[in-house]
Structures are given as structure tokens and as C-alpha cells.
């Protein structure tokens, strides 16, 4: 249980690193006019995005898997991840042509689409960590954010050192580090699958489930991401 603790613990520090060292970078460079799209972007395609899909599919899957042992619950990673991504991919759409309107489309493209891209893809590992930790594998979920966190800084030097556009640089690494550590996750999904049969939860009955999470859980943030907008 102490180790389950440690590594718990390990794993909400590092990665919540990522984004700290992002911001950072967006701070210290941005105009103050791309820095406020940044933050309107990232409250809307990073955090809402995150809380919409989580509670509307991946939560309540996680929860349908609850009764299966271990292995079995991790080798259905591939299918419960790969199964939300349209979810995800249009509702990171959705909330980014928002954002872009509340901000009258005056706005660098290559800051947004680099956004939508990261909503895409955050919720996803997202779900990833999440069920190891349920299945008691929070090692495995703290690698994958040390993965995170390393693809992050190497691409921000990158990005740095090539003089690419700086508005692009903050999601783009969100980006190619939560695709790189999801892939870790996924692969671990993949290997599991040797010696365990994968689930495929009830879509509708998780979807049935989560609609109500979402009212419940989250019209406050809605209304935050909006008063957001506003100011």
C-alpha cells in the first residue's frame, strides 16, 4: 500500500510538470495577446475537454471494468482508448471553434489547431494512468508520465533552438508528449493482451452513465471556461 502511495503521489507531481514547464515557457515568451488566447485554449481544450470525455466515456468505462482482475482490465486499454478518440477529437474541435469565437477569430492558427490536436490526445492518456492506478500499477502510470514530462522539454529545446514559431511551441510539445507516453501505455495494453482476454464495456450503457456525470459534475466548469471568455 505504501509503495501504491508513493508512486501515486509521483505520478500527480511529474505530471503535472509538463504543463508547469509549458507555462512557463508560454509566460516568460508570449505577447501578452497570445498569452491570454493560450490561457483561454488550454482552460477550454486542456481542462473542459478533459472533464467533458473523462466523465461522459472514459470514467465511466473505467468503472465497468472495475470487476474484471487486473491483467484483464489492462489489456483493454487499446479498445476503451481507442474507442473514445472520436469522442475526443470532436469535442476538442468543438470547444476550440469556441474558444476561437470568443476571442472574434483574431487569433495565430498555428496556436489553435496545435491546441485542438492537444485536447484530442490529453484525455486519452488521461484514462491511461488512471485504470493502471485502479488496477494497482501506479509504477507503470508514473512512467508514463516521466515519459510525458521528457518528451515535453525535449521538444521545447527543440522548438527553441530551431526559432520555430513560439506560438506553436507550448502545444506542440503537449502534443508529441502526450502521444509518445500514451503510446507507452498502449503498448503495455497490447503486451497484456498475451495472457488476458480484453472487454469491451456496453457503449451505451457507459455513455447512459456518463451524461449524467456530466451534467452533475460539469456545468461549473462550462460556466468558468465561459466567464473565462468573457474577461
Known sequence: MNRRLVFGIGDSVVSSLATFLVGVYATRTL????????????????????????????????????????????????????????LTV?????????????????IDPALAVTAIGTGAVWPVQDHIRRLLHQVGE??????????????????LGAGISINATPTAIPFTALFVANVASSSVGLRIGRRRQRRAHPHSPNLRAVLGVGKWLVVAGQTEQIAAFLALGIL
Not at 478533459?50 to 487486473?70: D, K, M, N, R, T
Not at 470532436?90 to 476571442?103: D, M, R
Open 138 to 155: 501506479s509504477d507503470r502510470a508514473m512512467g508514463i508520465s516521466v515519459v510525458q514530462i521528457l518528451t515535453t522539454a525535449i521538444v
Open 31 to 86: 505577447p501578452l495577446d497570445d498569452l491570454g488566447a493560450y490561457g483561454l485554449f488550454f482552460a477550454g481544450t486542456i481542462m473542459l475537454v478533459s472533464g467533458l470525455v473523462g466523465q461522459l466515456y472514459f470514467l465511466p468505462a473505467e468503472v465497468a471494468l472495475v470487476h474484471l482482475p487486473g491483467d484483464e482490465q489492462v489489456a483493454t486499454l487499446p479498445r476503451t482508448a481507442i474507442r473514445g478518440v472520436p
Open 90 to 106: 470532436a469535442t476538442s474541435v468543438l470547444v476550440g471553434l469556441v474558444s476561437a469565437a470568443i476571442l472574434g477569430f483574431d
